[in-house]
């Protein structure tokens, strides 16, 4: 379900190859330059006002980016390398009314995407209580239910 038409950039399509052949069974392991971009993050977010939205360069979502999340996430969700194989799975196996339960809803990119596929509502658990607000603004941003 990707919503953004322009093609990846060459960096994201290398990526995507490379989050293909990890697997979930793998975290990525980064190398020097993404431990350089990621440093450059956390300057960019520490001179920024946040929040700022975050287009998703595979499915297109538009995520909040709030001091909540660490610029080590920032990083990886803007290459598309947070949560991809969950992203992946809910667009193989998610159809239209299909009811979903989400544990560890995190920011919420997993739970949105299963509730534009599904149209349904998302039920999500997430024990960190900092995180409702985000992942409320993350299903508005979408228009998610």
């Not at 322009?6 to 990890?22: F, Y």
């Not at 990886?76 to 196996?93: F, T």
């Amino acid at each position: 379900m990707s919503r953004s038409k322009a093609p990846l950039p060459l960096d994201i399509k290398k990526k995507q190859q490379e989050i293909s052949k990890r697997s979930l069974k793998h975290y990525p392991v980064p190398s020097t330059k993404e431990k350089i971009e990621v440093e450059g993050v956390k300057k960019l977010l520490r001179a920024a006002e946040l929040p700022w939205v975050l287009r998703h360069p595979t499915t297109g979502l538009r995520l909040e980016i709030n001091e909540l999340i660490h610029p080590k996430i920032v990083y990886l969700l803007s290459m598309g390398d947070y949560e991809q194989d969950d992203l992946n799975l809910i667009q193989k196996h998610i159809q239209k009314g299909d009811r979903v339960l989400e544990l560890g809803a995190g920011i919420g990119i997993t739970a949105v995407l299963a509730s534009l596929i599904s149209k349904n509502k998302v039920i999500v658990v997430e024990a960190n209580k900092n995180l409702k607000k985000l992942l409320e603004v993350q299903a508005k941003l979408n228009r998610a239910k």
